[in-house]
């Protein structure tokens, strides 16, 4: 009588491995998981109807600029009223918006970090916020002002001074040598400089390279840089001075 090992032997001799082998189990746990949705074929993100925000979006259309002139008191005294110069709100050009984000690399101009647009956000507001283009600015008030220690401040300081170097003759914000510190009372005054004017900068000098180097061909090729955003396109017009409401130094 054959034993257990001679079975064994004799299975294994008739074995071809060649021919592959595959167990089914009616448990639903040790089911293989069913084949992925090919990509494409599914409905899942395509819409099924009108946005809804799309059909309402003109109740939320706003004049920012009529928006601008209306005062409201911060103190129980007084009331809101409408005054015809624009002073107690801010609203920043897109080309703030477009420094941060990098999309005027390709003009020399380098993203501004988030410690260097923090800074620049109060020389801006103490600048522009109160009707002029330079403020004075102290050390000690930007430590108070950010929560930051004095070596950083004179680090992120010097950034802004730097910023656009060596395309730039001027940083982004620039010490007024003429308005040093005055008597312990009045700290050094810089002359601070919007997204736009900085742009403005760099167009003319490269504008001024572009007919140097190709005459027409040269500018167009620079009208086309500015052009290839959307945002950028309906700047350039003012950028190039023809329609600015600013009068650049």
């Not at 110069?85 to 897109?94: E, G, H, P, Q, S």
């Not at 040093?180 to 009372?185: A, S």
Request: glycine content about 6%; some cysteine.
């Amino acid at each position: 009588m054959p034993g257990r090992r001679d079975e064994t032997a004799n299975i294994l001799q008739h074995l071809d491995p060649s021919i592959p082998t595959r167990t089914l189990s009616d448990d639903p746990k040790t089911q293989p998981p069913p084949p992925a949705p090919e990509r494409g074929k599914s409905n899942f993100y395509k819409p099924k109807g009108l946005d809804p925000f799309e059909v309402a979006k003109r109740e939320f259309e706003v004049n920012v600029f009529e928006l601008l002139h209306w005062h409201v008191p911060t103190e129980l005294q007084g009331e809101i009223t409408r005054n015809d110069k624009a002073t107690f709100y801010l609203i920043f050009d897109k080309c703030f918006r477009m420094l941060i984000k990098g999309e005027l690399q390709h003009w020399g101009l380098a993203p501004l970090d988030g410690e260097a647009q923090a800074m620049y956000l109060w020389f801006y507001w103490e600048s522009f916020g109160r009707g002029y283009r330079a403020c004075p600015m102290g050390n000690a008030q930007l430590q108070q002002l950010l929560g930051w220690s004095r070596n950083k401040v004179k680090r992120v300081l010097k950034r802004l001074l730097e910023y656009g170097h060596p395309v730039m003759e001027n940083g982004i914000v620039s010490a007024l040598e003429q308005f040093p510190p005055f008597e312990y009372v009045r700290p050094q005054v810089y002359r601070v400089y919007l997204p736009r004017e900085i742009l403005a900068t760099r167009w003319r000098a490269l504008m001024e390279q572009a007919r140097r180097q190709s005459g027409t061909e040269g500018i167009q090729e620079l009208r086309a840089r500015l052009v290839r955003d959307s945002e950028a396109e309906e700047m350039l017009p003012i950028i190039e001075g023809t329609t600015s409401e600013i009068s650049l130094d």
